[in-house]
């Protein structure tokens, strides 16, 4: 099933800055220059005291993903963090799956009108898998935990969803026309890291993913590889997938 959203092959891929300074983000943003256009940036560069000059840097030359899965915070806290994004010009910001319908709509109501940043609700992070979900006293299966959290949130407000492994298509088939975000991206020969539930870039476009997220792969990549090298190949096989 082909995504619902028009894009390029290339501006379908993000590249999660999961690094821990500014300077080291720069360097990547600086060697995929021409390549890449949208960037991920969360708790790391967070922590690290930089985003606000970051921020800046990446908006000038392209767009930014603000992975910061906010939490079910007080609702005019949520409301004034989403303003703040709004007002950088950020275009996705994350919520965790722990927020509520009240949370979800103060968010909303943070960007006044605009339809920026786009919120993308994480029904479950992909590090998490069947026995994860049972672990933590959920008595629902995993898909059916996935559906119901990603109806509540989409009912409420949020825009889009974070989905990984065969959730895209589940999510695709359930909500036809919503923005799908999809990270745990592993081109083929690539190691899963902590991600326990993968798709290779052409398994997630077929699956019905419109972004596709990738940090290590392209962040750190084998000998021999420069990240753009490896980013190039990924844009290739999400254009041999629309194709």
Known sequence: MRPPREMSAGERLIVALDVPSRAEAEKLVASLEGVVSFFKVGLLLLMAGEMDDLLGHLLKSGKVFLDLKLPNDIPETVRSAVELAAARGVSFLTLSNSVTRPTIEAAVAGRAGS???????????????????????????????????????????????????VAIAQ?????????????????????????????????AIAMGADYLVVGRPITKPPAGRAPRDVARSIIEEIGEALA
């Open 115 to 165: 339809t920026r940043p786009e919120l993308l609700f994480v029904p479950l992070v992909s590090s998490m898998g069947p026995e994860d979900l049972a672990a933590s006293g959920e008595k629902l299966a995993l898909e059916r935990f996935i559906s119901a959290r990603a109806r509540a949130a989409l009912e409420a407000g949020c825009d889009g969803l974070i989905a990984s492994g």
């Open 171 to 203: 999510l695709r088939r359930e909500h036809r026309d919503v923005l799908i975000v999809s990270p745990g991206i592993r081109p083929s020969g690539f190691g899963a890291d902590d991600h326990k539930r993968l798709t290779t870039p052409a398994e």
